[in-house]
Structure formats: C-alpha cells, structure tokens
C-alpha cells in the first residue's frame, strides 16, 4: 500500500495530503506519520505555510478509522506527536496551517480541520459531526467549536449530529471561503504564497499570543505580551524584520522579510 500521507514542498510551502481511499479515515498509523510530518514542517526554518488536504472528491476525511478499530486499533492507543491527525496537540505550532475541504468532512475529519487556521471548502463539502449518534463525545471538536462559531450553533451541531452544508459553514464563520471543486488547490496554494509572503516572526507571535491568551485575562494577557514573556513576542521585538518593517514603510517600498 502507498504511503497515506504525501508531502510536496515548493518554496516556503509544504502541502500535505491525507490519500487513504475509500474514506481518507485516520487510523493510528496514519495519525503518527501526520504528526511526524508537522512536527517536521514545525521545526524546519526554510518552510514558512502548510495547506493539508485530502485526495479525491467525496471524502475529505470520514474521521477515526472504525474499520481499523474493529481490527485492533484501541481507540486510546498511540496517535503519535500531536495527538489524532498530528495537529490537535501539537505543541508551538506557530506557523499557519491552510486546511483545503473536499467532499465529506466528518467526526475526526471535522476535528482534523479545526486544528487548522483559515478553511477554504469546495461548494460540494459537507460537515457533521455524527459522534452522539454513536454514543460517544466528539471531544476535540467540544472544545474547539464553541470558539470558532456561535455557541448555540456549535452546540446544535454537537447535540444533534445533523450534517450541513458548506454554506451554512460559511454563514457561521467556520470557513474562510467557497470555491468550485476544481479552483480549491488552486485556492489554497494562493492564500499559503499569500501567508508566505508576510512576516514569519510576526504571525508566530500571533499564533502563540492567541492559543495563549484563551485561558488568560485580557489584562494579563497584554503583560505578558508587553513585558515579553512570550518567546516569539521577545524575538520579535529583538529583530532585524522589526526594523525592516519601520524601515520599509519609511521608504515607501515593500519589505524583505529574512525570520530573523
């Protein structure tokens, strides 16, 4: 069997593709080699962006690989660095993640999407998170949905399991933008070069200042970030693209971004 999880780089991107037919389900071994894959796109300082997508139409990810679990996968067994999907608790990811959704996204599929920063869909996405229907908690997604959509909106869908589209995804804010099935790579390799683009040090802080403050006080928070107690903050506010940005808007031309 080919590998489940392939990888492309070009320049400052690595794209990230999930290609276990028939469903793209996430069983332990492929839940240890996405981890093992942002791990390594996490610690490597040539790349800036990752796009994770899936491959084929109807299925972006079906979740958990119940198939594999009827086989011997324990469901509390080893997902590997990062936890299920590799993204979900993978400590200092401070880069952005571009999630592209083709087809179906459900259960650990969906829960694998919200790992992500900016979802872009395919108009013939569609989203669930059927957990309850089963007798378990959608764990990840109880957590994190509430914080990217109304939270009467986020609790309909968890305490129903109703499927929706990608329209409403949108409505409620959970995605970024729809576009027709064959403009999504597309799409998606377009807002990563965009995200490439900017400054890396910058947008580290902020992903570290927003996954950090979420438990913190407004007030506490902003100290942390004005004494620079948060590392990416101090080695922002200590570099050369700190003055290259000042430097740049002076001149009036655009600024090179070097990550140091």
């Known amino acids: 069997m080919e590998e489940a999880v ?5 320049g400052k991107i690595l794209e990230v593709t999930l290609d276990r037919p028939k469903a793209n389900a996430i069983d332990l071994k492929t839940s240890r080699l996405l981890g093992e894959t942002f791990m390594s796109f996490r610690d490597d ?10 491959e084929g139409e109807k299925f972006f990810s079906a979740g958990w690989d119940l198939k594999a679990a009827a086989g011997g996968d324990a469901v509390d067994g080893d997902y590997g660095i990062g936890g299920f999907g590799g993204l979900q608790e993978l400590g200092s990811m401070n880069k952005p993640v571009v999630c592209a959704v083709n087809g179906i996204c459900c259960g650990g599929g969906l829960e ?3 790992s992500c920063d900016l979802l872009v869909a395919s108009e013939t996405a569609t989203f669930a998170l059927p957990e309850i229907r089963s007798g378990t908690v959608a764990d990840a997604a109880s957590i994190k949905l509430p914080k990217r959509i109304p939270y009467h909106v986020a609790l309909d869908l968890l305490l129903t399991g109703r499927w929706f589209d ?3 995804a949108l409505q409620w804010g959970l995605l970024k933008e729809i ?8 799409k998606a390799w377009k807002l990563a070069e965009l995200l490439a683009s900017g400054p890396p040090l910058v947008q580290a802080a902020i992903k570290e200042i927003v996954r950090e403050a979420e438990a913190m006080r407004f007030q506490d928070a902003l100290n942390r970030i004005t004494k620079r107690q948060f590392a990416t903050v101090d080695r922002l506010y200590s570099s050369e693209d700190q003055i290259e940005g000042a ?12 990550g140091r």
């Open 247 to 258: 430097r740049a808007f002076a001149e009036k031309r655009n600024p090179v971004w070097t």
């Open 166 to 168: 990608a329209r409403e």
């Open 6 to 10: 392939k990888t492309r780089s070009d």
């Open 45 to 54: 300082p040539d790349l800036r962006v990752a796009i994770l997508r899936a």
């Open 179 to 186: 576009v027709a099935p064959a403009e999504l790579r597309e």
């Open 112 to 114: 694998l999407a919200l």
